[in-house]
């Protein structure tokens, strides 16, 4: 089998690329009773142009509700009576759509979710129906502030490219998808070039390839959906909440994309805020009392990545909560605390051995280096490039995002004219 061993990968890890260039990865896990089955296309809302964003989002939801061999109450119970979970995501850079059950059954899911993935009939009257009920969850993230005010911060970070745009799409698109739209996308986009089939757990690596083979095999080649990338801006974006008594505040900046180097912003953004020890945390909540909820992390794609602190607070205080966090990051370019440096390595090594140790996410990780490396990074490489990091780097990681024009997205009730002086404060 060629590529059989997963280059770049660990013991457990296998992976195989088909004729037609639809990739499996099988990461056994002997230790379990359950598996988890995974389908991921490289198909997200960055891939989407503006007058059909969100239609990846409505064909995830609709993928369920119906095939050309079983409708969508079979679907349904072909899963349950077997005891297993199914579910669906859809993401910036890819749509998934995941099994979980007994390991015994793992080969019944990967056919099942080829035919999910590649036989969805999109029946008509069922549209109509979903549409209503992505309506309403449009609406429920529309009312979420946090949610608000991170689809203003992606839209200042990056302006008009994709990768700014919402998962969910508009209300208008929504409301506007008919059936043969749909069924456009998915030929476009759903190809095997663009599809990994992932099964972690107690599993035959040979009999998940075949099982993969027979389900995705005779699926079109196509070419590799890839987006140029996203160039950042910077700047301040506001979105007032009539009735909101606090203002929701998403600050950031670029970080590298994979494949860069971007472990000294995964350990600085560790640094900055991640437990209740970070000066982020111990500093403006628990000495000041300026925040309500506040936290930090790197979103690292293949397109794109953010260095994110998020936080809600009283109106009151979003000039000082601003002026804080501006001052605790430039306090890091002049000095790295021994004790805070090594409580964030360990803190985002944890974070690494728990993804690890949950097998759809780990599933998911994989699928993503696949996409942007063409191999699997082994739990220790990942575990190495952190422990790598010096304290050189994470001041330079500092001194870098501060020397970039910061995006800010606000949400919720915010002061007359104050957002306006906020980029200039940081």
């Known amino acids: 089998m060629s590529n059989f061993g997963a280059p770049g990968g660990d013991a457990h890890t296998w992976v195989e690329t088909l004729a037609n260039g639809a990739r499996v990865v099988v990461i056994r896990l002997p230790q379990l009773a359950t598996a988890a089955v995974s389908v991921f296309v490289r198909s997200g809302s960055q891939h989407e142009s503006a007058g059909l964003n969100g239609i990846g989002h409505v064909i995830e939801h609709m993928a369920f509700k119906g ?8 679907i349904n119970l072909d899963a349950e009576r077997l005891g297993a979970e199914v579910n669906a995501h859809t993401d910036r850079d890819h749509t998934a759509f995941h099994m979980r059950g007994l390991a015994q059954d793992a080969e019944a899911f990967v056919r099942k979710l080829g035919d999910i993935v590649r036989e969805s009939s999109f029946p008509r009257a069922e549209l109509e129906r979903e549409r209503s009920v992505i309506l309403h969850e449009y609406t429920d993230d529309e009312d979420d502030a946090m949610a608000t005010a991170f689809k203003q911060f992606d839209r200042a970070c990056f302006g008009a490219h994709p990768a700014a745009r919402p998962v969910i799409g508009t209300r208008a698109n929504i409301r506007r998808f008919t059936r043969s739209e749909l069924v456009a996308w ?6 095997a070039a663009n599809t990994i089939v992932g099964v972690a757990g107690n ?6 390839v075949a099982a993969a083979r027979a389900a995705f095999g005779t699926m079109p080649s196509g070419s590799e959906n890839r ?8 700047g301040t974006r506001v979105r007032p909440l009539p009735g909101s008594s606090m203002v929701h505040v998403v600050l950031g900046f670029p970080a590298p994309p994979l494949p860069a180097a971007h472990q000294p912003y995964v350990v600085a953004a560790a640094l900055l805020g991640e437990g209740m020890s970070s000066p982020l945390l111990d500093q403006l909540r628990e000495r000041r009392g300026l925040v309500y909820h506040a936290d930090c992390w790197t979103d690292v794609r293949d397109a794109c ?42 803190q985002a090594g944890v974070r690494i051995l728990s993804a690890q140790e949950e097998p759809s996410r780990r599933l998911e990780l994989a699928a993503l280096d696949l996409y942007a490396l063409g191999r699997v990074r082994s739990r220790e490489e990942l575990l190495a490039g952190i422990a790598a990091v010096t304290p050189g780097q994470v001041r330079a990681a500092f001194a870098q995002m501060l020397d970039t024009r910061p995006a800010i997205g606000i949400a919720g009730r915010i002061p007359r004219g104050e957002a306006e002086r906020l980029t200039r404060q940081v």
């Open 67 to 74: 095939t050309h061999s079983r409708s969508c109450q079979e």
């Open 186 to 191: 998915v030929r476009q986009q759903y190809t």
């Open 203 to 208: 599993v035959d690596p040979h009999r998940i």
């Open 227 to 234: 987006v140029t990338a996203a160039a950042w801006r910077g």
């Open 305 to 346: 990545g953010q260095f994110v602190i998020e936080a809600s607070t009283a109106p009151g205080h979003l000039r000082e909560y601003v002026s804080a966090v501006s001052r605790l990051l430039h306090q890091h370019v002049g000095a790295t605390d021994r004790v805070g440096l090594q409580r964030a390595r360990n």
